[in-house]
Structures are given as C-alpha cells and as structure tokens.
C-alpha cells in the first residue's frame, strides 16, 4: 500500500485526505482547509462573499448592542 505525506506537516498516512481546493493531501490534523491555511481558500471565499457585502441601515442593531453595554453601569 502507497503511503503519503502530509502536504502541511510532513507525517506518513495510508489514507490521505485529499482537499476539495487545493486538491493536496493532508493528514487527519490538517484536512479542513482552515487547518492547513489553504491557499484557494481565500480566493474562493474572496469571489463568493467579497461581491455581497453586509449592509446594515444606519443604527439599527447598533443602538441595542449600546444600551445593553452601558446600561449595565448605570
């Protein structure tokens, strides 16, 4: 049986997991993109919510998250 490292830590696995991105393999540790600071990643995410910002109306929200500070110390 073929063994591979790991592309991010270097350890030997029978069975890799391969990244749906990067199309690299990585040990169990290191398969979810986040854990192995996946280069595709942040385009991917860049593309899909970069072009849909959040907007929020002016104050809404914010005012609450105030009161609720503040007035615990009055």
Known sequence: MEQ???AYCGKKQDLPFECNYCKDKFCAEHRLPEDHRCVKLFQIR???FGEKKIQRTKGIGRQSFIKRIFGKFS
Request: hydrophobic letters at 35%; a positive charge.
């Open 4 to 6: 591979f490292d790991c």
């Open 46 to 48: 860049a593309k899909k």
